[in-house]
C-alpha cells in the first residue's frame, strides 16, 4: 500500500475488546479511531461495527426470547453511527454483532437463540469453532474465496427476516445467514471474524480474513476518492 492515501476508520465495540480489530486495520495500512459507544465521525472514511453482546430484542418487536442482556446505550450509539455513515454514503461493515445492527437498523429481524442441534456447530464454550460456509455466485465472497471454505464462528444469534435492501450472500448449516450486502450501497455484513482470522490470527483451519477487510478498504478508497 505505498503512496496510498491512509484511511481512518472508525470503529465501534465493546470497552477494550477491539485490539484485534485494530491490529488488523494497522497491518493493511489503515488507522483505527476505536471508541465505546462513540459519536459519528464523519471525517473517518468508513465504519466498522464489531463484534460483542445480543442487541436489545424490542429494537426489532420481539420480547426476549433467549437473548442474553443487552447494552442499550451501544445498541443506540450504533444504530446513529449507522445512520450517520450510511446517510453519508460511506462504506460500512458488520462483524457477528454488527452484522446483525445493520440487519436491524434497516428493518429486519433475528434469531435469538440458534436451536441446540444448530448453535452447536456456531458457538462453543470459551473458542470459536470452525464451519463451513457456502457462497451466492458473482459475490464478493464468492470472489475473493469461490463457492465453500471454512470461517470461524462464535455466535447464537443470527440473522432471520431481511432488512430493507439486504441479500444474503453466504449461509452454513441449517441454512444460517452467514454474510450480507446491500446491492448498490457500500454496506457489507459477515457473522464471522475475519480480524481473527487474519496476520497474528491467521490459522490454518480457515482461509485467511484479511481480503475481506481489504475489500472493504478498497470500498474506503473508492468513496474518498469521489
Not at 442487541?55 to 450509539?77: I, T
Not at 440473522?159 to 441454512?175: F, M, T
Not at 457500500?186 to 483451519?205: N, T, Y
Amino acid at each position: 500500500m505505498s503512496g496510498a492515501v491512509s484511511l481512518t476508520i472508525q470503529l465501534s465495540g465493546s470497552q477494550g475488546k477491539t485490539n484485534h480489530y485494530e491490529d488488523a486495520l494497522r497491518n493493511l495500512g489503515a488507522v483505527p479511531l476505536p471508541g465505546y459507544c462513540p459519536a459519528p465521525d464523519l471525517s473517518c472514511d468508513g465504519l466498522i461495527l464489531c463484534g460483542g453482546g445480543d442487541l436489545d430484542s424490542s429494537l426489532f418487536g420481539q420480547e426476549s426470547r433467549g437473548s442474553e442482556p443487552p447494552d442499550p446505550a451501544r445498541d443506540q450509539a450504533e444504530l446513529e453511527l449507522f445512520r450517520a455513515f450510511s446517510q453519508a454514503g460511506k462504506p460500512i461493515l458488520g462483524i457477528c454483532r454488527g452484522m446483525q445492527l445493520i440487519n436491524v437498523a434497516l428493518g429486519g429481524s433475528l434469531i435469538q437463540d440458534l436451536s441446540s442441534h444448530v448453535r452447536v456447530f456456531h458457538r462453543g464454550m470459551d473458542q470459536d469453532l470452525v464451519h463451513p460456509v457456502r457462497t451466492l455466485e458473482g459475490s464478493f465472497l464468492h470472489q475473493l474465496y469461490g463457492p465453500l471454505f471454512s470461517v470461524n464462528s462464535f455466535h447464537h444469534q443470527a440473522v432471520d427476516r431481511l432488512g430493507e435492501g439486504l441479500r444474503a450472500i453466504a449461509w452454513s448449516e441449517g441454512g444460517v445467514m452467514e454474510a450480507l450486502d446491500c446491492p448498490g450501497r457500500p454496506i457489507l455484513g459477515v457473522q464471522f471474524h475475519p480480524e481473527r482470522m487474519a496476520f497474528s490470527k491467521r490459522r490454518l483451519d480457515t482461509v485467511d480474513g484479511a481480503p475481506i477487510l481489504s475489500h472493504f478498504l478498497t470500498l474506503c478508497r473508492q468513496a474518498h476518492s469521489l
